[in-house]
């Protein structure tokens, strides 16, 4: 049997984990003087947290109707991808960040397309929805 999970499930539950971990560096800001975790690793937390912020806008706005078409979703992998590469170029290989940004392009690249026909027509399409000649 497959488990199911809507997609406003799947929202709910990008949306929690991302509350939990920006409360937690709320949290931990506090705890800094227990020495448990030194300054750096609360600026990697809390850096982390901030790459994961567009994939959150992503999946709230790819969610937010019943079906979704191409032309909004792929310029969505094209932002997200474009997000993890900026990422990358400006942190080193030795950076968890850029670890996380290596591995959320990857797992992108694995459902984009681009040499799909289906995938050219949406970005067209998005292009001409943009430029307000529909």
Known sequence: ??????????????????????????????????????????????????????????????TMDKGQSLSKVVPWYNLLMDHCEKVKKSTTEEDDLWDAAEAAFEKLKQYYDCSSEHMTIAVLQNVVLLSGRV
Do not use: G, P
């Not at 937690?24 to 506090?30: G, N």
């Open 1 to 62: 049997m497959e488990l199911y999970i809507s997609d406003a499930q799947n929202s709910s539950i990008m949306r929690h984990a991302l509350n939990q971990t920006q409360l937690a560096v709320i949290q931990c800001k506090d705890m800094r003087k227990t020495k448990m975790l030194c300054q750096d690793d609360w600026d990697n937390f809390e850096s982390l947290a901030n790459f994961l912020e567009l994939f959150l806008q992503a999946t709230e706005q790819c």
